[in-house]
């Protein structure tokens, strides 16, 4: 069992990663790569930062980030009042049809994921 440190208010907390937590299949890649801090998502570790928030912030507004989301689940929504109900889900406007940056074409034919 590996044991990671948080600081939360000047406080250091461990987090002990077990069983009972999933891990995504990047989780090895995400320590490789120096992960600084975990939440538990989802029943699922998701890492939350490698480096000082400003830089991290800035690479991501600036530059390119990747991010390890497998925690994320899919669901597809169907039938005659999808576009509707999904409207009903996200205070973004829906742009011919699509949401912007929640949905994508994933299928043949096009099917709207979530």
């Not at 208010?9 to 990663?17: Q, V």
């Not at 998502?41 to 930062?49: I, K, L, S």
């Not at 480096?51 to 800035?58: G, I, L, M, R």
């Amino acid at each position: 069992m590996n044991k990671q440190n948080t600081t939360t208010n000047n406080k250091t907390f461990a987090i002990h990663i077990g069983p009972r937590v999933r891990k995504s299949p990047y989780f090895d890649s995400t320590v490789k790569y120096g992960v600084k801090s975990f939440t538990i998502y989802n029943h699922m570790y998701m890492p939350t930062g490698y480096s000082d928030p400003v830089k991290e912030y800035t690479a991501l507004t600036e530059g390119v980030t990747i991010w390890d989301v497998a925690c994320e689940r899919q669901i597809e929504i169907v039938g005659p009042d999808a576009q509707r109900f999904m409207q009903l889900l996200t205070p973004r406007n829906s742009i011919c049809g699509l949401f912007r940056k929640y949905l994508m074409a994933t299928s043949r034919p096009p099917s709207l994921m979530a």
